[in-house]
């Protein structure tokens, strides 16, 4: 893939005359054709001046020799308008070949590369029609979750409508997300006030997380010192980390304000230059972001991640896996052969994996269904209904595990249900 990427990029580079991309090729037919007008123009004035002279009055008064020049100034004159008018068809032409030779080459070597996997053959298992309806309400949800700051929502009632009328959501999910959006856009504009009273909100409440809150107010508290530094202010800064925050947001932190907030108090206090406040605010001001949603997430309950977000990264994860399969498939010349689940594995990241319990049975090596559910033995080793059923041959009173020397009875076994805490 890099490979292709290089190859890409240095095809695409051809398309210019240098480094920057701003100079395309065809730049030089334009040259070529200014060159050629300015010819024509300076032509235009030779000849002008030619016919002035050539009038009688002046014309009949030069000797032999004058008017023998006058006459190979006026054959100079054409031989240098058929010259120039050569030059240009052919340096134009010579570059327009030039160009789309290059465009041809960039096609044949990249673009083709670019069609060697057709993307709709994956598409089996058509999603229904008739779910697009949630289809659209997935993707409001996303937007509502990653995207709600940068809308245009002056007011909270106006967001809403705008959010229902351009997005059709209605979901009360939506109110939450105008407020999470809302103190997002106020921190971003280096407002740190909307977010601090939600965290002091919060941490009343009792099923809070007082840690992560209070490690959220430390980090808008060095945002906003951060701040006072940028506007030149020591006092201010000073003023803001002795008197304003509250102490408990320090307790236990003397590590981190000496690794992060006593040299740019000293340095601002003496009046040193810091370098690199800029970006380190930007750090800082995304720490404070992305604490503050996982947090806001948390307390209102509702997704961190929005759901099609994952659904897209698995698919994303699956393409490889389904090509292989295809591949392998086409050689075996087998057919697609199971309708409730895919024909391959598709090993994807812990973090999208860890959802659902899935449990083989050992003896079937079949993942248990809802209708084949498993089950455990009196020595608590787990396996299928299936594999228990033939196993006690519909009920026979004792039979032996098949892990173990212990004999159970069906009256033993108890149905199990993984749960995943
Ligand atoms: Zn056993």
Not at 284 to 294: D, Q
Request: net charge positive; hydrophobic share 35%; charged share 25%.
């Amino acid at each position: 893939m890099s490979e292709l990427l290089d190859s890409f990029e240095t095809e695409f580079f051809k398309f210019y005359t240098d480094n920057t991309l701003e100079e395309t090729n065809l730049q030089k037919c334009l040259d070529h054709t200014h060159e050629f007008k300015n010819h024509l123009k300076k032509l235009k004035a030779h000849l002008n001046k030619h016919i002035q002279e050539s009038k009688p009055e002046v014309y009949n008064n030069l000797n032999d020799k004058e008017k023998q020049k006058f006459k190979r100034k006026r054959e100079l004159i054409i031989e240098k308008l058929n010259k120039s008018q050569k030059q240009w068809d052919h340096s134009v032409k010579k570059q327009i070949k030039h160009v789309s030779q290059q465009s041809n080459r960039f096609n044949k070597t990249s673009l083709n590369k670019l069609k060697e996997f057709d993307i709709d053959s994956v598409y089996v298992n058509k999603l229904p029609k008739e779910t697009m309806e949630n289809v659209d309400e997935a993707i409001g949800y996303h937007i509502l979750r990653y995207s709600i700051d940068s809308m245009p929502l002056e007011n909270k009632d106006e967001a809403f409508k705008y959010l229902k009328d351009v997005y059709g959501i209605t979901n009360k999910e939506s109110t939450e997300f105008i407020d999470m959006g809302q103190i997002v856009h106020d921190l971003k504009k280096g407002n740190t006030d909307s977010c601090l009273t939600w965290c002091s909100n919060e941490i009343s409440s009792l099923s809070s997380n007082h840690v992560a809150l209070s490690s959220l107010k430390f980090e808008l508290y060095t945002l906003s010192a951060m701040q006072s530094v940028m506007r030149g202010n020591p006092v201010e800064v000073y003023h803001q980390m002795t008197q304003q925050a509250p102490l408990d947001c320090f307790k236990h932190r003397e590590k981190e304000l000496i690794r992060n907030v006593v040299p740019f108090l000293t340095k601002s206090l003496i009046g040193q230059p810091i370098h690199d406040i800029d970006s380190k605010m930007n750090e800082e001001l995304k720490k404070c972001i992305s604490l503050f949603v996982k947090e806001y997430c948390a307390a209102k309950h509702i997704f961190f991640n929005s759901p099609l977000f994952l659904i897209v990264l698995s698919g994303l994860i699956s393409f490889q896996f389904f090509i292989k399969y295809k591949t392998i498939r086409e050689l075996a010349h087998v057919d697609w052969t199971t309708k409730d689940e895919l024909p391959f594995d598709v090993k994807l990241p812990d973090f999208l994996t860890h959802f659902h319990p899935i449990f083989i049975c050992p003896v079937l090596k079949e993942e248990t269904t809802t209708e084949n559910p498993p089950y455990s033995l009196a020595c608590h080793h787990v396996i299928s209904k299936k594999a228990l059923d033939r196993l006690s041959k519909n009920g026979t009173i004792t039979f032996k595990c098949p892990y173990c020397p212990m004999n159970t009875s069906m009256s033993s076994t108890k149905k199990v249900r993984f749960v995943m805490l």
